[in-house]
Each structure stands twice: as C-alpha cells, then as structure tokens.
C-alpha cells in the first residue's frame, strides 16, 4: 500500500492512504539508517510504501520511502547530524508573523524565505491578529507587505478574534499540502 506521512513521533508515524484510512506504522530496520544526515528518516508530507503488520487492522510497517519533490528543513540540534527535515512533498507554506504579542522580526522572516526559496517552496506571508494593531503597528504592517510584496510574496492579513481574512486562509490551503510556520503564539493552531 502507499500512503502519505500526517504525523510522526519519531519511533511512529501516522500514514493516511488513497481511501483516507489512517495507519499506525513503524520502520523496517533496513531502511532506518541508510545513510542518513539528518536527525529523522521519514518527515511528515513524505509518501511511503507500508504494509500491514500486526493483529490490528490499522497497524503498518513502512518499507520504502519514495523520493521527494522538495523538502524544508533546519539545523539539528543533534550534533551527530547535520539537519532536521521539518516537512517535505510541500505545495506552499504559510508563514504567520505578529507584530505584537509576540513581535516577529524581519530577520526571522528573511531566514525563513531564504531557506523556502533554496528548496523550491512558495511561501504566503499571514500577518495575524490585526485585531490588536494600533495605528503605528498598522503602518508597519503596510510597509512590510509592500517591502515582501515588491520582491513577489503574495501576504494576508487575518484575525480570528474578528473573522478577518479567515476564508482567503482557508482557500489558499484548499487541496494542498501546507507547511505552518511562524514563532510561538502567532496563532497557527488558531
């Protein structure tokens, strides 16, 4: 069977297939370490070939991991490793920036588009929780949506608290594979 990768904990990974069943699987030994440079094998986002293992009937093994489109990731903590693939197989990522509770810099984002742009994926700028601006925090918005939009980012702006921009979010994810991203307490789970 051949699924792809929703979840991982780093022993387990949750691996929905073509009819949207979801399976618990695990890695077949042979495939765990093969030359491996990063902290973790199989990323979310990654289509996998699985088989059913086990007594339950929602248990797997995965057996290959098929090649990426594209990937992103980070430098690993893990210093036996160089890097950390945070998702792959991506169409787009969403990159959530607050100007206040808590700040985002401009630094942060430029990091952020860089590594995107190196690995091949479009990125859309969310400025969230608008609902807080005041007027200086509006006028800073505005200039970097200018400044992002004038070297080709598309951005958003949202709200949950007042419905803001929440139906433009919900069709830029519409079918498509979608990396959150954004600091903590920008409002992702949100």
């Known amino acids: ?24 699987c695990r890695i077949r030994g042979k495939i765990r370490l093969q030359g491996l440079r990063t902290t973790n094998p199989i990323a979310v986002g990654d289509i996998v070939d699985f088989e059913q293992q086990g007594e339950l009937d929602d248990q797997g093994v995965i057996d290959r991991i098929h090649d990426r489109k594209n990937y992103i990731i980070r430098k ?42 190196a690995y091949s994926i479009p990125v859309v700028l969310v400025f969230n929780k608008v609902d807080i601006y005041d007027e200086s925090a509006m006028d800073e918005m505005a200039a970097w949506r200018e400044i992002y939009g004038s070297i ?33 307490g920008v409002g992702k789970s949100t």
């Open 1 to 24: 069977m051949q699924g792809m990768v929703l979840k991982s904990t780093g022993s387990w990974y949750l691996v929905q297939d073509a009819q949207k069943k979801q399976w618990t």
């Open 76 to 117: 690993s903590v893990n210093l036996s490793k160089e890097a950390h693939i945070v998702a792959s197989n991506l169409d787009q990522a969403l990159l959530f920036i607050t100007l206040k509770k808590p700040s985002t810099s401009t630094g942060f984002v430029d990091r952020f588009l860089v590594t995107a742009e």
């Open 152 to 184: 080709g980012y598309e951005s958003v702006v949202t709200s949950a608290v007042e419905a803001i921009g929440l139906e433009e979010v919900k069709a830029l994810l519409d079918h498509k594979v979608t990396l959150l991203s954004g600091h903590s």
